[in-house]
């Protein structure tokens, strides 16, 4: 009786202890698979970021640019929306929310063709869980980017709706920015393009020219974000091709987004080979508002201590 009575206690706690153990393991895994889950699928940078204790929201390393000398040089408006290009036969393609797994694939391709385009790049993107500044391989791709001609421009800190943040959180998101793509291309830009391509009112632009950036927009939007699967993708192709004036006399701010995986794979090819069949050059958004390249970026040593 008394055997009996141990083998079932044995066989209970056995049972718990493989539960437990067992409870263990999912939740270990659980949080590994959250830590390291890529980009969720298209559509998820048109929602705000719920701010997690998972998220990693330090500042980047490297000097405070709060004091860097922030001149108004060249004749491009300063915090004023821009949404199209100065020249006509010219398009400008550009690319949000990046770097990413994609983002040198895309690069490869326009590369190859010698093709120039302009990259928003989000420093610290929640969505994606990855932060420039920690990350050497995307600092390495970057500044392979600005060397080979492309233009690399702000797309904010970490892509937060900068209308509802206040002067103080617009200022950092721009500056820490600015910080983190120092590091990694040796310079910070002067053109940006708000989050979301929103802007509420007169006080956002205002802080945008005070602290020296063009603020670019764009008057053809693929909306690649909404159709990121092989077959759909093809939506964001006719509207490419549907928009393109096909005399090669328009003249375009195109935008995509570099994170998501049918933009590299079908988009891309596919708008180039639209613009350059019916005549058109594809620049950066500085060349097609004939700004000169110097004027792209600031110089990073002219901080005031
Ligand atoms: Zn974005």
Not at 107 to 130: M, P, Q, S, Y
Not at 242 to 255: M, T
Not at 279 to 288: D, F, N, P, R
Request: some cysteine.
């Amino acid at each position: 009786m008394e055997f009996k009575k141990n083998i079932k206690r044995f066989t209970l706690y056995a049972i718990s202890t493989i539960l437990t153990l067992g409870i263990l393991v999912l939740t270990v895994l659980g949080f590994i698979s959250i830590g390291t889950k890529p980009g969720k699928g298209h559509g998820i940078f048109r929602k705000s970021l719920p701010i997690s204790s998972q998220v990693d929201l330090s500042p980047p390393k490297g000097t405070p640019l709060f004091n860097m000398s922030r001149p108004h040089i060249g004749d491009v408006p300063y915090g004023q929306a821009i949404f199209s290009c100065a020249n006509p036969g010219q398009v400008a393609l550009t690319f949000d929310d990046g770097p990413y797994f994609w983002t040198s694939q895309i690069v490869g391709l326009l590369d190859d063709l010698n093709i120039k385009a302009t990259f928003f790049v989000t420093g610290n993107n929640l969505d994606i869980n990855r932060r420039i500044d920690q990350d050497q391989e995307y600092q390495y791709l970057l500044r392979r980017m600005r060397l080979n001609g492309h233009q690399i421009a702000s797309h904010s800190w970490t892509h937060r709706h900068l209308e509802d943040i206040g002067r103080e959180g617009r200022f950092q998101e721009m500056v820490y920015n600015e910080m983190a793509l120092r590091t990694a291309t040796g310079a910070p830009p002067s053109y940006m393009r708000p989050p979301y391509g929103e802007w509420r009112d007169a006080d956002e632009m205002r802080d945008l020219g005070a602290l020296g950036y063009h603020v670019i927009m764009y008057n053809l939007d693929t909306k690649d974000y909404k159709h990121d699967t092989e077959h759909d993708i093809d939506v964001s192709i006719g509207r490419f091709n549907d928009a393109l004036r096909e005399d090669g006399r328009g003249s375009y701010i195109v935008l995509a987004h570099d994170v998501h995986k049918w933009t590299a794979l079908k988009l891309v090819p596919a708008m180039v080979n639209t613009l350059l069949s019916r005549g058109y050059k594809a620049v950066t958004v500085g060349e097609c508002l004939n700004d000169d390249e110097f004027n792209w970026y600031r110089d990073p040593f002219d901080v005031e201590h």
